[in-house]
Structure formats: C-alpha cells, structure tokens
C-alpha cells in the first residue's frame, strides 16, 4: 500500500499565528489527497479534498480561507491553519486512497493552540 | 453526499466474546465499504473491507457483512482479545471516505 508521511506529527503555537502542515505521498503519485480533521473522542470529519494544480474542494462549514491547501506536486499536499485559536486546536490528518480503494494515512499533526 | 451511521458508540465485552458493530449508509450508489481500527493517537489502520457485489468476507477472527437492500453493514470480532480495545470507524462514500462516528471497544480481561 501507500506510505503517507505528515510532518510534523506535533506542534504548539500562539494564538492568531499560522501552521503549516506537510502531507507527503512518498511511493504513490497522488493526484487527490484529503484532509480530516478529529477531535478527542470523535470521529475522522473530512475537511476537504486537496486536488494537484487546482483549487482545494472544502466540505461544508469548513472556512477555505481560514485552512489553505495547496498541492503543487503529486507527491505533497499542505494544509496551512491561518491566524489560529485556540479552538482550532485538534487532531490533523490526511489520506492518500483510490475510488472504492483502501485509504492510507499520515500519522496526522496535533495541533495545540495557546 | 453520503451519510454513515454507526452504533454503538461504546462497546465492553469479555475477553473471548464477540463484538458487533453495525452501520448504515445513505448512497445507495457506494460500493465499496471499509472498517479501520485507531488506536489510541494513531493513525487508522485497515482491518476488512467488503465490496457491494460480495455478501460477506471473513479474515481469521474478523468478518463483515453486507446488506445492500437495507443499506447496512456489520463489523464482526469473535473470540476478542485484549488488544482488540481500540476505536473501530466504518467507511463509504466512494471517492471520499466519509467515517462513521465510531465505536470505542474495551476488552475486558
């Protein structure tokens, strides 16, 4: 299957500063990648599918601008948490699958905002 | 877009009973429909996955089953262990996975 490396697999930052999160496919060009994010005792929410050399397609309620993604490469995809709080705070992380394949994940991000 | 349901959200058992978990799933077009297993602050990993055109799959102490007419599907443990405790998530959606809420499972000993 797919090895999917997320870096880094933890970070704090102050409040109203951005993150940035890496996702890389590192044996698989990956064309779609999608990024879930999950809370303590909850499930995986998918946040949005990132799609290499155009636009990000988000799910509803989830604010484009405020989570970036960009997926230059089919081998990478970024997930940037602008001006963050500390409600942003949680668990991220992404996925490499096929249709009606398996998916793959990163080992996500715990995001900490103080 | 696809909705899944999952019941029940906690699960105890003995060590050695079994363990049911059950599903259910809105598109009637999904074909495809996984079961992950997270444990604690780790990424989720595949245990059986099962597509439309078969009713059941079986894989040593885990099974699933699929009913296609009432939109269900059902994750089965028999002889469950220790470390069988752990965060199972139900999958469909196609070409977005979209997960069921979860079960957290305790094996007790």
């Known amino acids: 299957g797919a090895v999917v490396s997320q870096h880094p697999s933890r970070v704090i930052c102050k409040s109203g500063t951005s993150v940035k999160i890496e996702c890389r496919s590192l044996?698989?060009?990956?064309?779609?990648m999608f990024w879930y994010r999950q809370f303590p005792k909850q499930s995986l929410m998918l946040m949005a599918t990132s799609n290499e050399g155009s636009k990000a397609t988000y799910e509803q309620g989830v604010e484009k601008d405020k989570f970036l993604i960009n997926h230059a490469s089919l081998t990478l995809s970024t997930l940037t948490v602008t001006s963050a709080h500390p409600e942003d705070s949680s668990f991220y992380i992404c996925s490499v699958s096929g249709r009606d394949t398996e998916a793959f994940f990163g080992q996500g991000t715990r995001l900490t905002v103080v | 877009g696809e909705n899944v349901e999952q019941h029940p959200s906690t699960l105890s058992v003995q060590e050695g009973d079994s363990a049911v978990i059950k599903c259910t799933y809105s598109d009637s077009a999904s074909n495809y429909f996984p079961w992950y297993k997270q444990e604690l602050g780790k990424r989720p990993q595949l245990i059986i996955d099962?597509?439309?055109?078969?009713g059941e799959k079986k894989d040593q102490r885990i099974a699933v089953t699929l009913n296609k007419t009432a939109k269900h599907f059902s994750l089965h443990i028999t002889e469950t262990q220790p470390e069988d405790s752990a965060v199972y998530f139900c999958?469909?959606?196609?070409?977005?996975?979209?997960f069921g809420a979860g079960t957290r499972l305790f094996v007790k000993a």
């Open positions: 044996d698989f060009q990956a064309t779609t």
């Open positions: 999958g469909g959606g196609g070409f977005k996975t979209i």
């Open positions: 099962i597509r439309s055109n078969v």
